[in-house]
Each structure stands twice: as C-alpha cells, then as structure tokens.
C-alpha cells in the first residue's frame, strides 16, 4: 500500500505575527484589510511531514532561512532515517511545495535516489503546481500543532 507524506515548512517570529502566506481574502468590495510583517524579528523555521496516519515530529531549522543545504540535511539526517525505521522509505509518495529549497539539484538528485518515481513537486518526477494551498495541509497544521 501506497502512503502519501505531504510536507512543509513554517516560520514562528519571537514577536507573535503570525505568517499569513497562505492567507487570501476574496471580496467584490476593498475590505481595506492590512497585515502586519515582521522585520528583522527573532524567528525559528519548522519543517513537519504528515500523511493520513502518521505525523513525523516537527523539525526545527537552525539556520535564519530553509536553503538547499539545510534541506537536504534534514532529509538525510532526520526524515529519510524516519521513514526507514517505520519501514516505509519504498512505500511512500512524498510531496513538497515548490518552495525553492526544494528545487536545489543536490535535493532532487536525493529524491530520486530515495523515491524514484514517488515523488512530487515543480521539476520531480510526478508534477504538481507549486505552492498550491490545497496541496499543503501543513500550512494550516503545523501552527496549531
């Protein structure tokens, strides 16, 4: 049986704004609506995997910002050590985002090495459109975890 992992990444700044990326107001009218941005605030990046029986505990990025490296680290050093535990490293689908990190060629060349073919994102081997809120559960689970 095939499992499908979605993950995703997700900023905290120290100060409590919270990141709305994901955030769309759809009106006929201007709501005359703002948010508030967080500049050069203390913030800490946390990446979390779940599928539709399991949650891969969150993984907190050290770095100020998720690059192509730290990425790649953290599936060879905490996700992918995961799933092979779990016995799950060839039965799983793994989707991202699209976000740049994931877009790296020493990224795509892991998961190719590690989900040939079971994989999703721009540029992998089963194509899906970036960024698409629908497509990332995360983005609305990994804050209130």
């Not at 190719?112 to 970036?130: Q, V």
Request: proline fraction near 4%; aromatic fraction near 14%; glycine fraction near 6%.
């Amino acid at each position: 049986m095939t499992v499908a992992f979605f993950s995703d990444e997700s900023t905290f700044y120290i100060s409590g704004i919270v990141n709305k990326h994901n955030c769309r107001i759809w009106s006929t009218n201007n709501t005359f609506n703002t948010i508030e941005s967080a500049m050069n605030t203390a913030k800490i990046n946390v990446w979390c995997g779940m599928s539709n029986k399991q949650i891969i505990d969150p993984y907190f990025v050290e770095d100020e910002t998720v690059n192509g490296r730290n990425y790649l680290d953290m599936l060879k050093d905490y996700f992918y050590p995961i799933i092979q535990r779990k016995r799950l490293h060839n039965k799983i689908i793994f989707q991202q985002d699209g976000a740049p990190a994931h877009f790296s060629k020493e990224v795509r060349e892991l998961l190719n090495e590690k989900f040939d073919g079971r994989w999703i994102d721009r540029g992998g081997t089963i194509s899906w459109a970036p960024r698409s809120p629908d497509l990332t559960p995360l983005d609305f689970f990994i804050g209130i975890y």
